[in-house]
């Protein structure tokens, strides 16, 4: 029996005086299991994982070098992508034995870092057994994962407290296969529609062979198969013209379409994900300040095809764009987050398993002011902006702004403006320059100079009624407000003004109404 195996494997200690092993994070063997794990979210791969590589290689670290948990997990999903149900029956088992038996001694010894990987595994695990169908010949052995995980749940409980992962909805989905494997087979070819057909690439000479499309599984293949055909595509409209928005329409449109919930996460809303390395993430950074946006959005673009949740690359992105003027490519971008954000909700507050947040307080504004304006607008002309006029003169000077901003200061960036406001014609268009120079102090994190700025230009729109012949005016710094307040911790009198102005905003923009009603718009 598979299991038998692998209880002994998580049984027989490394060495006679050291059972657990030294630790193994930093040596060679680790990392290339790290490196072929990292294929399967890579559009930049030829091809994914060699599952069967990793299990042996796995197998083999955990018999000689070390009892790792975070190696565990991943033997028994490759168990589970080599060997199917038995092989996930086998890796439970020995997980199992691990946790119960040896916990204590286990490498990693951070309790957070064992959590990271037990999720980790929870999260596939999840994905693949909600696209289960399971055959009569299933049935015992559905029976047996669903002891494993109920007896691992109550172990890492125990162990790990509020960090463990949440086994109990797998179970229940592995009860609701052993059901369905129970019942007798319908009369299929009655009801089973045709096959459809997936022509798929196959050998290095660009051959083509149709495999069929019967189930849930095949539908995911398909669709990763989408994804590997269209990373020339993109790369080659990227070579012609780096602004070119179709590129940015398809990678994301196929990066998101096979998200469809939420990833786990805890009651603080950390997830197992792992973000990008820090000094990754600095050195992206330093070179858009330095100014080089054409070669870091291809860069960037490599990145964010392999972590589909680094929201923080977005906005990256989107600064790239905006300093090579790509309007039409910028709004792309942003509809297309947007409509990340309405079919998951919440997905911005969400964090890395080091507590890092998918989406920083700068981007958190972004978000705010850019994507969520774009949803509002629909699909206007190319480069509008929700808070602020399409083409006028003082949108143009804050994109110069945010440019003095990176390169200088805040104080460099907002004399710029000033400039602009002196020279402005009526009290409409000093709102307006205002305006910019609020949303500036917003993208500078300066949240109370920046509602000090909206709180006065709302009161003036108020007093002078402007508000009344200017409501869009008046919602784009109404909106602007609200965000503010959204940053800023706020006294009951604060709060106060923010629940005036909320209601205020619902009397001249009826999408605040429905969003509060119904949620954001599908």
């Given amino acids: 029996m598979l299991a038998l195996k692998y209880i002994s494997l998580a049984s027989t200690p490394i060495g006679e ?216 595509l993109c790369q080659w409209w990227h070579s012609q013209s780096i602004l070119d928005a179709r590129a940015i329409n398809l990678s994301r449109t196929l990066l998101w379409l096979p998200i469809e919930a939420l990833p786990e996460h805890d009651a603080e809303g950390k997830t197992g994900l792992r973000g990008l390395p820090a000094d990754r993430l600095t050195a992206f950074r330093e070179r858009l300040n330095q100014g080089q946006p054409n070669a870091l959005l291809m860069d960037l673009e490599t990145s964010l095809a392999r972590a589909p949740f680094w929201l923080d690359g977005q906005y990256l992105a989107w600064q790239c764009l905006e300093m090579l003027k790509a309007d039409a490519a910028m709004q792309e971008l942003e509809q297309q987050l947007s409509r990340l954000l309405q079919r998951l909700p919440g997905l911005e507050a969400l964090q890395f398993f080091d507590g890092s947040p998918f989406a920083s307080q700068e981007t958190l504004v972004w978000i705010r002011s850019r994507v969520n304006g774009s949803r509002a607008n629909g699909s206007g002309s190319p480069g509008h902006d929700a808070l602020g006029g399409a083409g006028q003169a003082w949108d143009e000077a804050f994109k110069e702004a945010s440019e003095l901003l990176r390169k200088d200061s805040l104080r460099v960036a907002m004399a710029h403006l000033n400039a602009g406001m002196r020279a402005a014609r009526g009290g409409r268009e000093q709102v307006q320059w205002q305006t910019a120079m609020a949303r500036l102090c917003l993208r500078a994190g300066k949240y109370e100079l920046a509602r000090n700025l909206l709180e006065g230009l709302d009161n003036r729109l108020q007093q002078g009624g402007l508000a009344e012949w200017e409501p869009a005016l008046a919602v784009r710094v109404m909106r602007l407000l609200l965000s503010c307040y959204e940053q800023l911790p706020l006294d009951a009198q604060a709060r106060l003004r923010r629940d005036a102005l909320n209601q205020r905003l619902c009397h001249l923009d009826f999408d605040v109404v429905l969003e509060q009603a119904l949620g954001p718009k599908q």
């Fill in 17 to 232: 005086d050291n059972f657990a092993g030294d630790d193994v994070r930093y040596s060679s063997e680790f990392e290339a299991l790290e490196a072929e794990l990292a294929k399967s979210n890579s559009l930049h791969q030829n091809g994914g994982p060699d599952w069967q590589k990793i299990t042996a290689q796995a197998e083999q670290v955990l018999q000689s070098q070390s009892k790792d948990l975070r190696v565990a997990c991943w033997l028994v999903w490759g168990l589970f992508r080599c060997e199917q149900l038995p092989g996930l029956h086998a890796g439970l088992a020995m997980l199992r034995q691990l946790c119960d038996t040896h916990w204590d001694i286990l490498h990693p010894l951070k309790d957070r870092t064992r959590s990271a990987a037990l999720n980790w595994l929870t999260s596939r695990l999840e994905q693949s057994l909600n696209e289960l169908q399971p055959s009569p010949a299933d049935t015992e052995v559905l029976s047996l994962l669903t002891q494993d995980l109920k007896a691992l749940d109550v172990i890492l409980q125990g162990r790990l407290g509020e960090q463990a992962p949440l086994l109990l909805p797998l179970c229940k989905r592995l009860q609701q296969a052993e059901k369905t494997g129970q019942q007798p087979a319908q009369q299929s070819a009655e009801v089973t529609p045709p096959p459809l057909s997936l022509v798929s690439s196959s050998g290095s000479n660009g051959s083509q062979s149709v495999e069929a499309i019967v189930s849930t599984r095949d539908a995911h293949k398909a669709l990763r198969a989408m994804q590997e055909q269209s990373r020339p």
